[in-house]
């Protein structure tokens, strides 16, 4: 059992930053892999990022390359997606995911994650 809650998300200007942290309850994580998925209203959810269950591996969507960085704390227990340069189209709900699967690499579809937190607003305006 275990319980993801995503922080951090809120109202940003364009080209501003946003650091969003996903915070796990209930069991380690740190030999599964996580991800970082969005969804904006009337659209279907997106991949954002995800990293290996090791940290060494990671992986972007095309439209958040350059501009957004995963990482993970083992300690902590913790997934953070910091986001900069923030654009109009990245105004959607994130959400966290865990793979159950332990010493995997990270899935880039949602079907590939089975614990998913609430979700974080983030918008973006002008």
Request: hydrophobic letters at 35%; charged letters at 20%.
């Amino acid at each position: 059992q275990v319980q993801l809650v995503e922080s951090g998300g809120g109202l940003v200007q364009a080209g501003g930053s946003l650091r969003l942290s996903c915070d796990a309850s209930g069991r380690a994580l740190n030999m599964n892999a996580m991800a970082w998925f969005r969804q904006a209203p009337g659209k279907e959810r997106e991949f954002v990022s995800a990293i290996d269950w090791i940290g060494t591996n990671t992986y972007y969507a095309d439209s958040v390359k350059g501009r957004f960085t995963i990482s993970r704390d083992n300690i902590q227990n913790t997934v953070d997606l910091q986001m900069n340069s923030l654009k109009l189209e990245d105004t959607a709900t994130y959400y966290c995911a865990a793979n159950r699967a332990p010493f995997s690499r990270a899935p880039l579809t949602s079907n590939g994650y089975e614990d998913w937190g609430q979700g974080t607003q983030v918008t973006v305006s002008s």
